[in-house]
């Protein structure tokens, strides 16, 4: 990969879900240094004992950077609550530059559940959270970013064999230790995710908005920490979250995003292969 410039992100409205915790607020500090407008989407909003982090402390801590942002209670299984959420931005901001497709179920007992004994409903909760929420908020606002030029949509996901590059598929591993990995329904609902970013590239670059995948890889989130705590395993292997966040920024702002749109990116390799400082903290200014 060849670095590009970075173009300034002052004033520019960037609606983040799954901001209340993990990657999400971290890209929400990440974009608020650099002068753009945030707009934080998640469910919770006051503090939930299962639950590390909420939307209003993730505002808190914009706020006091000196960052301009809004949260709105967001949930992603509700097509009125997303139209909301985008109606929200546009009212405070006046429309939508950078749409990042971040939030994910990945609470509740769905980790501990195998095939058999997923219910249908497990399922389905996955893909509306994780695939048709993303779909929603890209109808809702692709004629928002046409009428302003163009935007960026980004889509956090998670491992495949595109990102990793390999000729063949990767076989899916059942389980580290005993971390399950055997998650139907998570791993089937983001590689769907990919596909849709890959399909959609061609139309939507046409009207000057480019959409980019980037896996993560295995980050140091608030959640993880607590499971592999409690799975007795090693997580000297996770990233910090500056670098997924880091590599959002970027693409958020590279100077020729259509160089990089219907593809998937691995957060970690793209970051050393475009030389770039996770924690370099980049202010409007800069």
């Known amino acids: 990969m060849r670095r590009q410039e970075e173009l300034d992100l002052t004033g520019k409205v960037v609606i983040i879900t799954g901001a209340s915790r993990g990657v999400g607020r971290q890209a929400a500090r990440t974009f608020a240094r650099r002068g753009a407008n945030v707009v934080l989407a998640a469910r919770t909003v006051e503090p939930d004992r299962s639950l590390p982090g909420t939307l209003n402390e993730t505002l808190a801590q914009l706020e006091d950077l000196g960052g301009s942002a809004i949260a709105v209670q967001t949930d992603l299984a509700s097509s009125t609550d997303l139209e909301r959420l985008v109606d929200a931005a546009v009212d405070r901001f006046g429309g939508v530059d950078v749409l990042i497709n971040n939030a994910a179920a990945t609470t509740g007992d769905i980790w501990n559940k195998r095939f058999l004994e997923l219910t249908r409903e497990d399922w389905l909760y996955q893909f509306d959270v994780n695939v048709h929420a993303p779909f929603t908020l890209m109808q809702l606002v692709t004629p928002i970013m046409e009428g302003r030029g163009g935007g960026r949509i980004l889509n956090v996901t998670t491992g495949s064999g595109e990102v990793f590059r390999e000729p063949e598929e990767l076989p899916q591993l059942d389980s580290i230790g005993e971390f399950s990995l055997a998650v139907p329904g998570y791993f089937s609902s983001k590689r769907a995710l990919d596909r849709l970013g890959n399909v959609l ?38 990233v910090p979250m500056a670098v997924p966040a880091r590599m959002l920024a970027y693409f958020a702002s590279c100077a020729d995003p259509m160089e990089y749109t219907g593809r998937l990116f691995w957060a970690e390799r793209e970051l050393k292969e475009l030389g770039l400082d996770p924690d370099e903290q980049l202010t409007k200014s800069a």
């Open 201 to 238: 590239a061609p139309e939507l670059a046409r009207k000057k908005i480019a959409v980019i995948g980037l896996h993560p890889g295995l980050v140091a989130t608030e959640l993880v920490a607590i499971r592999v705590r409690e799975a007795g395993l090693d997580d000297t292997v996770a």
